[in-house]
């Protein structure tokens, strides 16, 4: 499968953005999905999942209360809305899929990533 996030930009703190991940292929429905994201000097971290029908989802505690993850499999896209933005969420966004059924927040399990998507939160 391949992806393609998009969304991203510049927006002062307490702004929102939405990204979006366009997903190739016809088998989305059966990929766990799962946003990450990389700060300058920083390890990529987990920020949210979505199992792959989207009745579970998990969160970084640092963004719990502000971002929301969801997906719409008819479309092959999964997003993430980004509310009450800090200038500590300024990153590259990427997004991942997973074959297992399983949804894990380590990185390493997920198969297969987009090419990021820049957002920078300015104070």
């Known amino acids: 499968v391949q992806l393609q996030a998009s969304g991203g930009g510049l927006v002062q703190a307490g702004g929102s953005l939405r990204l979006s991940c366009a997903a190739s292929g016809r088998t989305f429905s059966s990929y766990v999905m799962g946003w990450f994201r990389q700060a300058p000097g920083k390890e990529r971290e987990f920020v949210a999942a979505i199992s792959r029908s989207g009745s579970r989802l998990y969160y970084a505690d640092s963004v719990k209360g502000r971002f929301a993850i969801s997906r719409d499999n008819a479309k092959n896209t999964v997003y993430l809305q980004m509310n009450s933005l800090k200038p500590e969420d300024t990153a590259v966004y990427y997004c991942?899929?997973?074959?297992?059924?399983?949804?894990?927040?380590?990185?390493?399990?997920?198969?297969?990533w987009g090419q990021g998507t820049q957002v920078t939160v300015s104070s």
């Open positions: 991942a899929a997973d074959r297992d059924t399983y949804v894990s927040t380590w990185s390493r399990a997920y198969d297969y």
